[in-house]
């Protein structure tokens, strides 16, 4: 196991640790649900590791886990989806040039999410801040609600499971 993988995990899991110690998983789904929903200082794969974790130390039960983030996650990415969708072009055409968010960028997006809105939108979970904007993108260019639902939901499945999932294993396997 590399050193610089359990270093990383070992201060996600202090700094989520409190928190979910103190809000139980009711703080694990307000967070990942904010992450995905586009609040981007919202530490969501930290409180999945240390749920994870806390799973494997018999805190929490790693199924009630798995589900509640993987809810949060699809459900804050449907709600940024509908975000972007009601108000995310129009935003991006009148507020977008403070960003360098040009018409053109706008139409480049669009066409490169009708052609690879299914990968795009099942890796970025694991990309951050494509996660956290994935939503809005995808709505603001009318990606479609239900090919994006379903691979929204995929991702969430495969990125809570490689957090969460895989933390609990790591914690269980260490001990």
Do not use: D
Not at 75 to 91: E, H, S
Not at 151 to 165: D, I, K, M, R
Request: glycine share 12%; no cysteine.
């Amino acid at each position: 196991m590399p050193h610089w993988l359990l270093q990383t995990l070992e201060s996600l899991i202090q700094v989520a640790s409190p928190v979910l110690h103190r809000y139980g998983l009711a703080a694990l789904v307000v967070v990942v649900f904010a992450e995905n929903l586009g609040v981007l200082v919202a530490p969501g794969e930290a409180v999945i590791v240390t749920a994870g974790f806390l799973s494997a130390r018999g805190v929490f039960p790693i199924a009630t886990v798995l589900i509640l983030a993987t809810l949060a996650a699809a459900l804050g990415g449907f709600a940024a989806y509908g975000l972007g969708f009601r108000y995310g072009y129009a935003g991006l055409t009148r507020w977008g040039k403070y960003v360098r968010i040009t018409p053109a960028r706008l139409e480049k997006t669009h066409r490169f999410l009708h052609s690879y809105g299914a990968p795009v939108v099942f890796f970025g979970r694991f990309v951050v801040p494509l996660r956290q904007l994935q939503g809005y993108l995808a709505g603001a260019v009318a990606m479609g609600f239900r090919p994006f639902a379903l691979w929204s939901l995929l991702g969430a499945v495969a990125w809570v499971g490689f957090w969460g999932l895989g933390t609990w294993w790591l914690a269980g396997w260490l001990t």
